[in-house]
């Protein structure tokens, strides 16, 4: 069983940044790929960012230049750094782990960005 364990997340100003960190417990981490969504209420998941096991990286237009995500596979965690945050950018971040078809999630860390 994997377990992946957000961390991060908080209240920044706008043009501010964070950066998120996923845990993940068991062996699998360095063979998966890794994804970083949000959510807000009453809308859809959305993907954010990707990164595969050989560090390929896909991000969402809506982010694109601002955010990175990367892995360090040593420590079976993966980061999204955020920068020039802006208040459409305010939601609910959940990690992803997907592996030979079985995909994991966090329980998700706020993101708020408001002045």
């Known amino acids: 069983q994997v377990q992946l364990v957000e961390s991060g997340g908080g209240l920044v100003q706008p043009g501010g940044s964070l950066r998120l960190s996923c845990a993940a417990s068991g062996s699998i981490f360095r063979f998966s790929v890794m994804g970083w969504y949000r959510q807000t209420p009453g809308r859809q998941r959305e993907l954010v960012a990707t990164?595969?096991?050989?560090?390929?990286?896909a991000f969402a237009d809506s982010v694109k230049g601002r955010f990175t995500i990367s892995r360090d596979n040593a420590k079976n965690t993966v980061y999204l750094q955020m920068k020039r945050l802006q208040p459409d950018d305010t939601a609910v971040y959940y990690c992803?782990?997907?592996?030979?078809?079985?995909?994991?999630w966090g329980q998700g860390t706020q993101v708020t960005v408001s002045s």
């Open positions: 992803n782990l997907g592996y030979r078809g079985r995909e994991y």
């Open positions: 990164i595969t096991s050989s560090g390929d990286t």
